[in-house]
């Protein structure tokens, strides 16, 4: 199977700041990746998918790039509601793994 | 609008069983594949399996395959899984979620079902 990482795995960062989130996959998925944000005691929320398309009501700072095994996704000015962790998911083909997760907070 | 909820909190005993279910509304059950996504405290979100209602083909990840059963009712909109010999590293929050058209993204999700199990 497929194994999904990401890093950092823990990003402080200040208001205001840009942040960016790395996802690996061992072996390429194409564009096949989305990323999800979960708020403490929430449920996850989609927020990209086919690795750069923005989910609908998602804010414009949150964007996705990268195809074949390596990813990004960047808020493009942190604001306090965005403290959350983020995972990227795998969807090429079964299992659809999820990567360990970055949590983000205000510095 | 599309609306996933789930069955209320469970406390099970070890090698019990546990049924959590999830109704949709809003959209054509039929359509959408709904998958199956658990979460240890203080842990990430793990992939179980997804099913196909119009069709019932399943798919489960390897580590549950023997253990789960996921299954659908079509008529009430609702969608099962089955854990089978409960262990205490089965706690988790249970999420059912949907599959995106054209992705197996997951749009919409349940708000979860916490299932604890304990002695």
């Known amino acids: 199977d497929i194994q999904m990482t990401q890093s950092p795995s823990s990003l402080p960062a200040s208001v205001g700041e840009r942040v960016t989130i790395s996802c690996r996959a061992s072996?390429?998925?194409?564009?096949?990746l989305a990323w999800y944000q979960q708020t403490p005691g929430k449920r996850p929320k989609l927020l990209i998918y086919h690795a750069s398309s923005l989910q609908s009501g998602v804010p414009s700072r949150f964007s996705g790039s990268g195809s074949g095994t390596e990813f990004t996704l960047t808020i493009s000015s942190l604001q306090p509601e965005d403290v959350a962790t983020y995972y990227c998911q795998k969807y090429d083909s079964a299992p659809f793994t999820f990567g360990p997760g970055t949590k983000v907070d205000i510095k | 609008q599309v609306q996933l909820v789930q069955s209320g909190a469970e406390v099970q005993k070890p090698g019990a069983s546990v049924k959590v279910s999830c109704t949709a509304s809003?959209?054509?059950?039929?359509?959408?594949?709904i998958t199956w996504v658990r979460q240890a405290p203080g842990q990430g979100l793990e992939y179980m399996g997804w099913?196909?209602?119009?069709?019932?083909?399943?798919n489960y990840a390897q580590r549950f395959r023997g253990r789960v059963t996921m299954t659908t009712d079509t008529s009430t909109r609702t969608a099962y899984l089955e854990v089978r010999s409960l262990r205490s590293d089965d706690t988790a929050v249970y999420y059912c979620?949907?599959?995106?058209?054209?992705?197996?993204?997951?749009?919409?999700w349940g708000q979860g079902t916490l299932v604890t199990v304990s002695s």
């Open positions: 979620a949907r599959g995106m058209s054209g992705a197996n993204a997951f749009d919409y």
């Open positions: 809003g959209y054509t059950f039929n359509f959408y594949a």
């Open positions: 072996q390429g998925i194409s564009n096949s």
């Open positions: 099913i196909s209602p119009y069709q019932g083909n399943t």
